[in-house]
Nanobody
């Protein structure tokens, strides 16, 4: 059974940083592409970044240069390093296995 558990969200001031984690289990993590999505109140869920099993990444234009995705295939964990956070980055962040389920999400709030 695939399980994805996000953590690391919280409240941060504009310009600050957060590192999100997504602990995966129930599948061979190294064989799957993974993605981070986010959903702000009243908005549709949007792709933040995808990373293939081979490490090829695809970032949304809105986060390029500020966010960095990485994966640790030994720990079966996906990460999202978020720097220079803006109020418009506030959302619930979800990780997702390509072709598979979603995690439960972690809230990111950017406010002074």
């Amino acid at each position: 059974q695939v399980q994805l558990v996000e953590s690391g969200g919280g409240l941060v001031q504009p310009g600050g940083s957060l590192r999100l984690s997504c602990a995966a289990s129930g599948f061979t993590f190294s064989s799957y592409g993974m993605s981070w999505y986010r959903q702000a109140p009243g908005k549709e869920r949007e792709l933040v970044v995808g990373i293939s099993s081979g490490g090829i990444t695809n970032y949304a234009d809105s986060v390029k240069g500020r966010f960095t995705v990485s994966r640790d295939n030994v720990k079966s964990t996906l990460y999202l390093q978020m720097n220079s956070l803006k109020p418009e980055d506030a959302a619930v962040y979800y990780c997702k296995q390509w072709g598979g389920p979603w995690g439960q999400g972690t809230q990111v709030t950017v406010s002074s």
